[in-house]
């Protein structure tokens, strides 16, 4: 009876044994995933990230004549409508602080009441100078007239006399004429004096109604209907909103931009960029709705390369046009950008993860049943996600996406 239930008990262990070995030997890396090699068309493809943006943008700025008012602090904004607001032509945007254009509006009233009293001043002034210039000609006639009767009753005396006479009354003409042409040249002096004073409160009072009709234009407005979009502040980093500073070197304060036609920037590395030419096709994906797929087109291809912050390599801008516009996109997403360079059809195509490198040999795992063989490949061009096989495999064949430990040391079956 114990020599049976050994019997048993051995058999049970032989049956354990071998479901064990069907189960794992034919599985010897666990669950890393297999891929086939597929035959089809290879996309050559350039990958970059950008952000959407309109085609076509109206921005939102401070009124203009700040710098000619002669303004050139910084002006703070007061309040200023959401962004992503949708406005219509004419709805509330933003109120700047009007204290920098107050101050400026006292200063100009200080100098415009100096002008008034300039003014004043240089009137009377000019009053009692022509009077007092009046006077002396009319004492000087009086003179004349002194000197004419003197001559005629002289005609009796000598001829010194006489003389002495006659020189008295041509002098006495001589001074009326000097001072005659003394009060033309000092009534042009007096014209030109109140021309240029009465110019000087012109001025100023203009300024003051330029510098009151711009604090009035504080209050800005949306100049079209649109949906409101803040804009980078370059110089003190973010984006502009209450608090911010608007200059007059750059006095946007937002944009609304038009929503119908838009565009994907990108910068495209000075590796890449030769590859990149106008009309090119391109499919793009957005971070935020992951399920969406879009289309475009590049357009555009920057011939100067610039520095990106952060970064030391030169870049290139590129703008891609989309072919349809969505209502979910908005200005300032980041998109991922898959610009197609060409296509090559009737290629053996497979994932990158399949690929593994040994001293200059390219290799990959092929699952052959229950065993697996280390086997060297010829590659051809490749992307971001798959690489073209030139020669080592054949469509269908199955391929580990990572390195199976098992077969880590297998030998590599080297190309013919």
Known sequence: ?????????????????????????????????????????????VVSAGELMAENTVYIQAPSGLQSNQIYEEIKIQDMAAEGSHVKEGDYIASLDPAVVNKKIGDVQLELDRAITTLSQTSLDTTLQMRESRDNMQNLRFQMEQKKLALELSKYEPPATIRQAELDLEKAQRDLNQLMEKYKIQQRQASAKMDQAAREVK????????????????????PKKGLLVYIVDYSAGGKKKAGSAIRSWDPRLAMLPDLSSMMSKTYINEVDISKIKKEQKVTMGLDAFPEVK???????????????????????????????????????????????INQIPDKLIIPLECV??????????????????????????????????????????????????????????LLK
């Not at 001025?203 to 949306?222: G, H």
């Not at 289309?295 to 990106?308: F, Y």
């Not at 290139?316 to 046009?321: D, G």
């Not at 990959?364 to 060297?376: F, H, P, W």
């Open 294 to 340: 879009l289309s475009g087109v590049v357009t555009s291809v920057a011939n100067i390369g610039e520095n990106r912050p952060g970064s030391n390599a030169k870049v290139f801008e590129v703008l891609i046009k989309l072919d349809k516009v969505d209502s979910i996109l908005k200005p300032g997403m980041t998109t991922s950008n898959n610009i197609l």
């Open 356 to 413: 593994f490198s040994e001293k200059t040999h390219s290799f990959v795992y092929i699952s052959k049943g229950n065993a697996v063989e280390k086997r060297e490949v010829k590659l051809g061009k490749s992307n971001d996600e798959e690489v073209v096989v030139e020669k080592g495999l054949e469509k269908g064949d199955r391929l580990y996406m990572a390195e199976p430990p098992s077969a880590k040391d297998n030998k590599l079956t």
């Open 1 to 45: 009876m114990l020599k049976k239930k050994w019997w048993l008990i051995a058999a049970s262990l032989v049956v354990c044994l071998i479901v064990a070995y069907y189960v794992f030997a034919s599985k010897p890396t666990g669950v890393i995933p297999l891929a086939e090699v597929k035959k089809g068309h290879f996309r050559d493809v």
């Open 203 to 222: 001025r100023r009072q203009e300024q003051v109604a330029n510098l009151v009709e711009l604090r009035d234009k504080f209050r800005i407005t949306a």
